[in-house]
């Protein structure tokens, strides 16, 4: 072999090398940083971040090994249109699976969903905010106590009304959050908006019963007062409309409702949390429908936020000469029409071991 030879093999094999280098470095340059790290992180591409930006941000944030063996990927590939937007990626996806995710527009949701259950009242509804999202429970009390903030809400809804503002109801909103599964931005979501959703959906409800509401000879207040109440006690239509008729039917007669969930609310204990006391059963409070002069009344407000059926069978009670209730510990509704009928169903109950028991 002549040096001119030599030469020339040499330069060959130099580009060989060279060739080989270059593919090592691209096929290692467009893997994934770490294929054992699925830990994610919120990236974000603002509009009209040019590729080279893009390619800087991803390289910044260690989720790709090189920047330019991915522009080259991307060359090779006819890949264009990256997309602006939030994207969840992690150090385990390769370039391919990253570039396609931001050229499909396969952006970030951080949108929450958060459930508001029928029958749970104001104090649950402030814990799930501040658990779902970035508020805190003070801060959810501080705009129900905000006279101006409720102020503005009755004036924007017509099914809210003076009545809420009574000194001596706990929560104002009490009982027109209407439930339902809710939809918000993100946890970023203000407390204002979050009601104001609601209660738009709360507006959809009692549209549909308004002119019955306005003949009724009731208030909205009490309407949906009743409903808390019907909600709570029932657990299924045939039991809350028959329920109602014995509201109606007591108020009509001056009697006391001698409702336990009212009670309850009264004292602001959950139901299932303990038993009541007997002391607490007689306390005076405008809640407590088992107290002291409530005969003929309804507790001050809603003692929770109810069910459209239970918002309808407060408004169509069933007919009927009821006067009694009782559920016993399975939550099956007994009802009667006398005092001494009413005692034979509690003490039947007793003797199965089905009947609630009160603390000294």
Avoid: C
């Avoid at 017509?158 to 009574?166: H, R």
């Amino acid at each position: 072999m002549n040096k001119k030879t030599g030469i020339i093999l040499g330069i060959i094999g130099a580009v060989i090398l060279l060739f080989i280098a270059g593919i090592i470095w691209y096929s290692t340059g467009i893997q994934a940083v770490k294929k054992d790290n699925f830990e994610t992180k919120i990236i974000e591409i603002e509009e009209k971040t040019r590729t080279e930006g893009i390619l800087d941000i991803l390289k910044k944030e260690s989720l790709i090994k090189s920047k330019y063996a991915v522009a080259l990927y991307m060359k090779l590939n006819g890949i264009k249109g990256l997309q602006a937007g939030k994207y969840e990626i992690s150090q385990n996806m390769s370039a391919k699976d990253i570039l396609n995710k931001i050229s499909s527009g396969d952006v970030f949701d951080e949108s929450i969903k958060i459930t508001f259950n029928e029958g749970k009242n104001m104090r649950w509804i402030v814990e799930t905010i501040a658990e779902k999202t970035n508020n805190t429970e003070d801060d959810v009390y501080a705009l129900l106590k905000d006279e101006e903030y409720i102020d503005s809400l009755i004036e924007k809804y017509w099914f809210l009304t003076d009545d809420i503002k009574n000194e001596n109801i706990y929560y104002p909103l009490e009982g027109y959050l209407y439930p339902d599964t809710y939809i918000f931005e993100n946890k970023d979501v203000s407390v204002k908006t979050i009601f104001n959703i609601i209660l738009n959906n709360t507006d959809k409800v009692l549209q549909k019963y308004k002119n019955q509401i306005e003949q009724s000879g009731k208030s909205i207040h009490e309407i949906l007062t009743m409903a808390s109440i019907i909600e709570l006690e029932g657990n299924d239509k045939d039991a809350r409309l028959g329920i109602s008729s014995v509201i109606y039917n007591r108020l009509k007669l001056n009697m006391s409702l001698g409702s336990d969930v009212t009670t309850y609310y009264a004292m602001q204990v959950d139901m299932g949390e303990r038993n009541l006391y007997s002391s607490e059963i007689k306390t005076e409070n405008p809640y407590n429908t088992r107290g002291p002069n409530m005969s003929g009344k309804l507790p001050i407000g809603p003692i929770g936020n109810p069910s459209e059926e239970s918002i309808n069978a407060a408004i169509n009670p069933t007919e009927s000469n009821y006067l009694y209730f009782v559920a016993d510990l399975n939550g099956k509704i007994y009802f009667s029409t006398s005092y001494v009928e009413h005692q034979k169903i509690i003490k039947d109950l007793q003797k199965q071991g089905l009947w609630y028991e009160y603390s000294e």
